[in-house]
């Protein structure tokens, strides 16, 4: 196998560790939820021992749900700082090291943890904070792709379906750069926010838009569109309300 610093980081044997580590973590705590399932129910209780070995599926729910938040505390805890830029696809770059690193475990989170945890669209900002995200308060979306690059401002919604994207490959290289959205700036559904992208308060991004790199909205402004342009000033509308 090849190792050294211009080779690719061995993503495979990071998510095989860590996903090894997690599961042996999560097994004690499986365990010791039957212990104390047999104490209560068969020692104080005095059930038949039927009835523990029948919440065998309770056990296993312990351990899975043991085994995402270790995987995710494990992955937060390995996740390595990236700068913005254009880089050449040259794996003894420090920054393309790192930023393959933190995007196998962001997927990784993704489909062990669940994006969203659980199901819930509300658990998703808490979740891309603990990933590095800078989210106001009252803030709401759906995917992205590099959770650390991301700034949104107090109350910014990027509806259903919308896609935020930090990296893209371009000539050849690698381009990261933050997306920003600013307060109360709303993103429709099924809309792609390219890298660079910012979002200026009060701004309207159309459903079904594509805002392409480095796009700089003004603020209560109205853009829509695959490539977006603006449409229409909503300072007016803001004013009459
Ligand atoms: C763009 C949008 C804000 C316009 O809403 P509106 O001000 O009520 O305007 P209307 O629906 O009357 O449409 C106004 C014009 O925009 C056009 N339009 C509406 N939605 C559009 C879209 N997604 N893309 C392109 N054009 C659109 C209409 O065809 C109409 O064109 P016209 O003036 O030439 O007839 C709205 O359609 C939209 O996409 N909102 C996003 C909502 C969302 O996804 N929220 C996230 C979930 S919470």
Known sequence: MRSGKNSPPNLLLRLG??????????????????????YFLVELLRLPLAVVIGLAPLYYLVAKWCFKLFFLVLAR?????????HFEADFGNKNVRNWLINISLVDAVKYFVGNPPLGQTFLRPPLYRFLGAKL??????????????????????????SFIV???????????????IGRNALVGICS??????????GAVVAANSLIPMDTKI????????????????????????
């Open 77 to 85: 805890a390995q996740l390595k700082p990236v700068e913005e830029g």
């Open 166 to 180: 930090t990296h893209i490959s371009r000539n050849g290289g690698l381009y990261l750069k933050k997306v920003k």
């Open 192 to 201: 792609t926010i390219m890298p660079g992208v910012e979002i200026g308060e």
């Open 136 to 161: 106001g308060k009252a803030t709401s979306l759906d995917d992205v792709t590099d959770p650390y690059l991301l700034e949104m401002e107090d109350g910014a919604v990027a509806g259903g379906r």
């Open 218 to 241: 003004p603020p209560y402004t109205l853009w829509s569109g695959i490539p977006a342009k603006q449409v229409k000033s909503l300072k007016g509308e803001v004013e009459d309300r």
């Open 17 to 38: 560790a860590n996903i090894f580590l997690a599961g042996a973590l999560s097994i004690p705590f499986s365990v010791l939820s039957a212990i104390l399932a047999y």
